[in-house]
C-alpha cells in the first residue's frame, strides 16, 4: 500500500502567516488523486481540497492544494484563528486508500 | 443538506460483535458509495469499508476482512457495519463517509462518528 508521510507535525504560526505542509508518498499517487482534509477536536474531518489542487464546495480560497507524483502541498495563505487544526492528506488512486499520519497546525 | 447519522457504538467484550449503523438523508442515496473510516484514539484516520450506491461492490481493508460486514438498505437510506470477533485493536471512532465518485474516491461528506470501545 502506498504510504504518506506529512511534514512537519507540528507548524506553531501565528494569524495571518502563510502556513505550508507537505505530504510525500512512497510511490507515485496515480492521477493525483490526492485530498486534504481539515480535523478539529472533536469533529470530523473536513474535506478541503481533492484531486490535488480542487477546492471542495465552499471552502475559502486561502487554502489551495498542489503537487503531483510523490510530492504534494497544502497552502494557507492568510492564516485565520478557525484554521488551527489537524490536517491529513489522503491518495485514493491505489487501493486501499491510504491517509497520512497528521499534521497539527497550532497558534504561535 | 447532507446528513449522515452514526449509531451503535458502545463497549464491548474481546471476541464480542457490534452493529453500527448510518443514517443518511439530504442526497439520493443510492447514487453514492458510502463508506466506514476509523480514528483510534488519539491517532491518524483508517479506511475501514466501501460498498457501492447498488451494494454491488464490496471492499475491506486487511485489517478487518473477514470480520466485518459492510451492507445498505437503499429503501431506508441507511448504511451498516456488522463487526464480528472484535479485537482491542478496532476501538475507534467510526465515521460513516460519502464517497462522491465510484471507485477509489475521497470523501465529501462526514458523520459524527460513534465510539466503539473494545475491552474486558
Known amino acids: 500500500e502506498i504510504v ?8 506553531s504560526l501565528s494569524p495571518g502567516e502563510r502556513a505550508t505542509l507537505s505530504c510525500r508518498a512512497s510511490q507515485s499517487v496515480s492521477s493525483s488523486y490526492l485530498a486534504w482534509y481539515q480535523q478539529k477536536p472533536g469533529q470530523a474531518p473536513r474535506l478541503l481540497i481533492y484531486g490535488a489542487s480542487s477546492r471542495a464546495s465552499g471552502i475559502p480560497d486561502r487554502f489551495s492544494g498542489s503537487g503531483s507524483g510523490t ?5 494557507i495563505s492568510r492564516l485565520e ?23 497539527k497546525l497550532e497558534i504561535k | 443538506e ?9 463497549l464491548v467484550k474481546p471476541g464480542g460483535s457490534l452493529r453500527l449503523s448510518c443514517a443518511a ?10 463508506n466506514w473510516v476509523r480514528q483510534a484514539p488519539g ?19 486487511d485489517s478487518v476482512k473477514g470480520r466485518f460486514t459492510i451492507s ?7 448504511l451498516d ?4 470477533s472484535l479485537r482491542a485493536e478496532d476501538t475507534a471512532v467510526y465515521y460513516c463517509a460519502r464517497a462522491p465518485v465510484a471507485g477509489m474516491s475521497n470523501f465529501d461528506y462526514w458523520g459524527q462518528g460513534t465510539l466503539v470501545t473494545v475491552s474486558s
Request: proline content about 4%.
Open chain 2, 81 to 84: 457495519l456488522q463487526m464480528n
Open chain 2, 72 to 78: 445498505r438498505d437503499n429503501a431506508k437510506n441507511s
Open chain 2, 25 to 34: 438523508s439530504g442526497f439520493t442515496f443510492t447514487s453514492y458509495s458510502m
Open chain 1, 71 to 75: 510530492d504534494f502541498t497544502l497552502t
Open chain 1, 81 to 103: 484563528p478557525e484554521d488551527f487544526a489537524v490536517y491529513y492528506c489522503q491518495q485514493y488512486g491505489t487501493s486501499p486508500n491510504t491517509f497520512g499520519q497528521g499534521a
Open chain 2, 2 to 10: 447532507v446528513h449522515l447519522v452514526e449509531s451503535g457504538g458502545g
Open chain 1, 4 to 11: 504518506l508521510t506529512q511534514s512537519p507535525g507540528t507548524l
Open chain 2, 43 to 61: 491517532k491518524g484516520l483508517e479506511w475501514v469499508s466501501s460498498i457501492s450506491g447498488s451494494g454491488t461492490y464490496i471492499y475491506y481493508a
